[in-house]
């Protein structure tokens, strides 16, 4: 396998007439954090939801690990290697917190519905395996104290950690994070800054997120790729970033 | 830690084993003793509890909404009943059309007939659910409203199968309380096993939030198939169970009410908890029969009650209408039984303290507020 871990070669997404992406090219070196970034509306989210199969792209490519997944569906691209997060968090809200984590060990279930039902064969070394994973995952994340209770009743900046607890369950090659530290107090974002940098270096993970608090982006990131309205204006390191113009304009306006 | 989780797993499964004997010895006991009616009622409350407990498996577990069972119904009580019907009975039963060749012949036992009964709605099931599944939002339930209305249709006119509306009569009455119960039994114990695997909580998972489903590397669309499959074999079996149970079925008999039943019965019971479909139906069975006195005159303190025909479809509403009012969310709302909550529920109990730690902190305030109260009074005395 040559070439980046992960590619989009001229990613265009239209809703009707309208284009809500347009030609994008974003390359993910292995164990790297890159950063998209834009302001409201640009097409960020969209991008993400092109690339692990929530909608379908009108035109370009997705490349993975040297293979064309372009209009994948989205458990494919799950299974493939690629998790995210969203950013209107979407828990399970009425399951638990462990159980949240554990649906997503269902893609390495290997016993049958029969199995499950009879209760014999790999059923119980298979749910033994899903439930440890899943609270070694709550513990490394620190929520491990709460995994009895529903993911609904935890508060916000839990709940966007369990997101990534949950991503993670699917023991992704790529993990794309959509605004992960949204909502968070200071204090907040730099312990999760820290848990992401632990999280990327143990468990070897290339990172691509979405997230409008600058200084967390900027510390974290290593090349940042900015888009304003579906259209890619700038990629370099944050420092080339800082000082780019087009970046100035579309964050501020232009003025005359 | 672990060695204390293992006992109480090894109590739970010793309570259970004891619960399903308790039931079974209540069976034989009211085999051997209760009235015709009675066990009549009973075989019902069996029946309606395999069509609710399979029923909220798609649309309380998976959530996805439809309204099928009475022609998951039909078609098991149909099946069931050609292969148990023997090719004398047949012969005599079709006098307007004879019936079709290889049918009029195939002559099965009850048991076999059940299992094609079941094999037979899944496999149209699967049929049905191919095509509905792979689009999402409500077309299931306009789907399946439709499927039903077919299915009568084609029951009426395809004489050389079903015997048109004249129905099929003289069915053996295999059903007894045993065969009810069992299959009751079984079906409890196989959709509670399924809900509490890897599929289970994938169906919880599509039903909470699909796209999330979808992007954790579950199939949506197979999970909802698995579902639908699923719980239209017990719907079918249950079918089989009631053809068997009633000896003459119609057409007519399996129509929209079936479906709008088992639909209240696993809202009352709480959408999504089999605990709470249980209990529900069994409500549902017992108490239909009970509030059959407000059909029957009586008289009370003096006043005559002539007795109105119909007067308990009113209370029924009525009490439907109050827990839709009060218990939105049915009586277990989400919740399952477990022997660690009912012995939680009766320590509670003992204790008089049945709202738990919210209960505990009201009656705190209660004796505060009192104890206040009544030291202003002290003060202006």
Same mark, same amino acid.
Request: aromatic share 10%; net charge positive; hydrophobic share 50%.
């Given at each position: 396998?040559?070439?980046?871990?992960?590619?989009?070669?001229?990613?265009?997404?239209?809703?009707?007439?309208?284009?809500?992406?347009?030609?994008?090219?974003?390359?993910?070196?292995?164990?790297?954090?890159?950063?998209?970034?834009?302001?409201?509306?640009?097409?960020?989210?969209?991008?993400?939801?092109?690339?692990?199969?929530?909608?379908?792209?009108?035109?370009?490519?997705?490349?993975?690990?040297?293979?064309?997944?372009?209009?994948?569906?989205?458990?494919?691209?799950?299974?493939?290697?690629?998790?995210?997060?969203?950013?209107?968090?979407?828990?399970?809200?009425?399951?638990?917190?462990?159980?949240?984590?554990?649906?997503?060990?269902?893609?390495?279930?290997?016993?049958?519905?029969?199995?499950?039902?009879?209760?014999?064969?790999?059923?119980?070394?298979?749910?033994?395996?899903?439930?440890?994973?899943?609270?070694?995952?709550?513990?490394?994340?620190?929520?491990?104290?709460?995994?009895?209770?529903?993911?609904?009743?935890?508060?916000?900046?839990?709940?966007?950690?369990?997101?990534?607890?949950?991503?993670?369950?699917?023991?992704?090659?790529?993990?794309?994070?959509?605004?992960?530290?949204?909502?968070?107090?200071?204090?907040?974002?730099?312990?999760?800054?820290?848990?992401?940098?632990?999280?990327?270096?143990?468990?070897?993970?290339?990172?691509?997120?979405?997230?409008?608090?600058?200084?967390?982006?900027?510390?974290?990131?290593?090349?940042?790729?900015?888009?304003?309205?579906?259209?890619?204006?700038?990629?370099?390191?944050?420092?080339?970033?800082?000082?780019?113009?087009?970046?100035?304009?579309?964050?501020?306006?232009?003025?005359? | 830690?672990?060695?204390?989780?293992?006992?109480?797993?090894?109590?739970?499964?010793?309570?259970?084993?004891?619960?399903?004997?308790?039931?079974?010895?209540?069976?034989?006991?009211?085999?051997?003793?209760?009235?015709?009616?009675?066990?009549?009622?009973?075989?019902?409350?069996?029946?309606?509890?395999?069509?609710?407990?399979?029923?909220?498996?798609?649309?309380?577990?998976?959530?996805?909404?439809?309204?099928?069972?009475? &022609?998951?119904? +039909?078609? %098991?009580?149909?099946?069931?009943? #050609?292969? @148990? =019907?023997?090719?004398?009975?047949? *012969?005599?039963?079709?006098?307007?059309?004879?019936?079709?060749?290889?049918?009029?012949?195939?002559?099965?036992?009850?048991?076999?007939?059940?299992?094609?009964?079941?094999?037979?709605?899944?496999?149209?099931?699967?049929?049905?659910?191919?095509?509905?599944?792979?689009?999402?939002?409500?077309?299931?339930?306009?789907?399946?409203?439709?499927?039903?209305?077919?299915?009568?249709?084609?029951?009426?006119?395809?004489?050389?199968?079903?015997?048109?509306?004249?129905?099929?009569?003289?069915?053996?009455?295999?059903?007894?309380?045993?065969?009810?119960?069992?299959?009751?039994?079984?079906?409890?114990?196989?959709?509670?096993?399924?809900?509490?695997?890897?599929?289970?909580?994938?169906?919880?998972?599509?039903?909470?939030?699909?796209? &999330?489903?979808? +992007?954790? %590397?579950?199939?949506?669309?197979? #999970?909802? @198939? =698995?579902?639908?499959?699923?719980? *239209?074999?017990?719907?079918?079996?249950?079918?089989?169970?009631?053809?068997?149970?009633?000896?003459?079925?119609?057409?007519?008999?399996?129509?929209?009410?079936?479906?709008?039943?088992?639909?209240?019965?696993?809202?009352?019971?709480?959408?999504?908890?089999?605990?709470?479909?249980?209990?529900?139906?069994?409500?549902?069975?017992?108490?239909?029969?009970?509030?059959?006195?407000?059909?029957?005159?009586?008289?009370?303190?003096?006043?005559?009650?002539?007795?109105?025909?119909?007067?308990?479809?009113?209370?029924?509403?009525?009490?439907?209408?109050?827990?839709?009012?009060?218990?939105?969310?049915?009586?277990?709302?989400?919740?399952?039984?477990?022997?660690?909550?009912?012995?939680?529920?009766?320590?509670?109990?003992?204790?008089?303290?049945?709202?738990?730690?919210?209960?505990?902190?009201?009656?705190?305030?209660?004796?505060?507020?009192?104890?206040?109260?009544?030291?202003?009074?002290?003060?202006?005395?």
């Amino acid at each position: 396998m040559s070439g980046p871990l992960f590619q989009t070669q001229q990613l265009f997404v239209a809703f009707g007439g309208l284009s809500a992406l347009t030609g994008l090219d974003l390359e993910i070196e292995q164990g790297r954090i890159i950063g998209l970034i834009g302001p409201n509306g640009a097409g960020k989210t969209t991008a993400f939801n092109a690339i692990t199969g929530i909608v379908k792209p009108s035109a370009g490519r997705v490349i993975f690990r040297g293979e064309d997944i372009t209009g994948f569906r989205a458990p494919v691209i799950a299974r493939k290697g690629i998790a995210r997060t969203f950013q209107n968090i979407r828990l399970y809200g009425d399951l638990t917190v462990v159980e949240n984590v554990m649906v997503a060990g269902h893609s390495s279930v290997t016993y049958s519905i029969f199995e499950a039902v009879l209760g014999v064969g790999r059923f119980g070394a298979d749910e033994r395996r899903i439930r440890k994973k899943a609270e070694h995952l709550l513990s490394l994340i620190g929520l491990m104290e709460v995994a009895g209770e529903r993911a609904s009743a935890l508060p916000y900046g839990s709940q966007r950690k369990l997101e990534v607890a949950r991503a993670l369950a699917l023991d992704p090659i790529l993990l794309l994070l959509d605004e992960p530290v949204a909502g968070m107090n200071p204090s907040e974002t730099i312990e999760f800054r820290e848990l992401l940098l632990r999280l990327h270096s143990d468990l070897k993970l290339t990172i691509g997120l979405i997230e409008h608090d600058m200084g967390f982006v900027m510390s974290i990131c290593h090349k940042i790729k900015v888009i304003d309205h579906g259209i890619p204006i700038a990629w370099g390191t944050p420092h080339e970033i800082r000082h780019n113009e087009k970046v100035i304009a579309a964050y501020l306006g232009q003025g005359d | 830690m672990i060695s204390c989780a293992r006992t109480t797993v090894t109590r739970d499964r010793i309570l259970t084993a004891s619960a399903v004997a308790v039931l079974l010895l209540f069976i034989w006991f009211a085999d051997s003793t209760f009235d015709a009616y009675s066990i009549r009622v009973l075989n019902f409350v069996a029946i309606y509890i395999i069509l609710a407990v399979s029923y909220n498996l798609i649309n309380g577990v998976t959530g996805q909404f439809s309204l099928e069972p009475n &022609a998951f119904l +039909a078609i %098991g009580a149909y099946t069931s009943a #050609i292969l @148990t =019907l023997t090719p004398k009975d047949k *012969a005599a039963i079709f006098f307007i059309k004879p019936m079709a060749w290889p049918l009029s012949e195939i002559c099965a036992s009850f048991p076999v007939s059940l299992l094609a009964a079941g094999a037979v709605t899944a496999f149209l099931a699967f049929l049905m659910a191919v095509p509905v599944f792979r689009v999402r939002g409500d077309y299931l339930a306009i789907v399946t409203l439709g499927f039903g209305e077919v299915v009568q249709v084609v029951a009426e006119n395809l004489i050389s199968v079903t015997n048109g509306s004249l129905g099929l009569k003289g069915l053996y009455p295999h059903t007894n309380l045993w065969w009810s119960w069992g299959i009751c039994i079984i079906t409890v114990v196989c959709i509670v096993r399924l809900v509490n695997s890897s599929y289970g909580r994938a169906m919880k998972a599509v039903r909470e939030d699909e796209t &999330a489903a979808q +992007a954790m %590397g579950i199939n949506a669309f197979w #999970i909802k @198939t =698995l579902a639908f499959t699923f719980s *239209a074999f017990f719907e079918g079996v249950a079918g089989g169970l009631m053809g068997h149970l009633i000896t003459t079925i119609s057409p007519k008999l399996f129509g929209f009410l079936f479906t709008f039943n088992l639909l209240v019965i696993i809202v009352v019971g709480g959408l999504g908890s089999t605990t709470g479909s249980i209990i529900a139906a069994i409500l549902f069975v017992v108490g239909g029969e009970f509030l059959r006195l407000v059909d029957e005159p009586f008289a009370i303190w003096g006043y005559e009650y002539p007795g109105i025909p119909g007067m308990r479809m009113v209370f029924f509403s009525a009490i439907l209408i109050l827990v839709m009012l009060f218990a939105r969310s049915g009586i277990m709302g989400r919740n399952e039984f477990s022997w660690r909550g009912l012995f939680d529920l009766t320590r509670r109990l003992i204790r008089g303290d049945l709202l738990g730690k919210h209960g505990a902190s009201v009656g705190h305030n209660v004796i505060a507020l009192s104890a206040r109260i009544s030291q202003l009074f002290r003060r202006r005395g």
